[in-house]
């Protein structure tokens, strides 16, 4: 079993940036592929980024690339989500996830645990 907490959302004007942390406990971090997911209000859990096991490869969704960076500390068992020129579309409960999968996993059916999720709020 893995335990996933994510922290640091808010609410942040347009142009302005976020980093979101998701610490992992119960089992060997460098096991997982990490991503962030995000879910807008009325609207389905749409994927955001992935990074592998050691962060040798990362992925991403088109509508974020060049604003957001993933990146990993396994010796912290932290995944991060670095967030910059939010704009009022990236709005959303954001959440991190663990696939016991190789590589990036960018389905969301392919996950096996889920943090509990932190909000974003970007004001145009």
């Known amino acids: 079993q893995v335990q996933l907490v994510e922290s640091g959302g808010g609410l942040v004007q347009a142009g302005g940036s976020l980093t979101l942390s998701c610490v992992a406990s119960?089992?060997?971090?460098?096991?997982?592929?990490m991503g962030w997911f995000r879910q807008a209000p009325g609207k389905e859990r749409e994927f955001v980024a992935t990074?592998?096991?050691?962060?040798?490869?990362?992925s991403y969704t088109d509508s974020v690339k060049g604003r957001f960076t993933i990146s990993r500390d396994n010796a912290k068992n932290t995944v991060y989500l670095q967030m910059n020129s939010l704009k009022s579309d990236d709005t959303a409960v954001y959440y991190c996830?663990?696939?016991?999968?190789?590589?990036?996993?960018?389905?969301?059916?392919?996950?096996?645990?889920w943090g509990q999720g932190t909000q974003v709020t970007v004001s145009s």
């Open positions: 996830a663990a696939s016991t999968l190789p590589g990036t996993v960018a389905n969301s059916g392919q996950y096996d645990y």
């Open positions: 119960g089992r060997t971090f460098s096991n997982y592929a």
């Open positions: 990074i592998s096991r050691i962060g040798w490869t990362k």
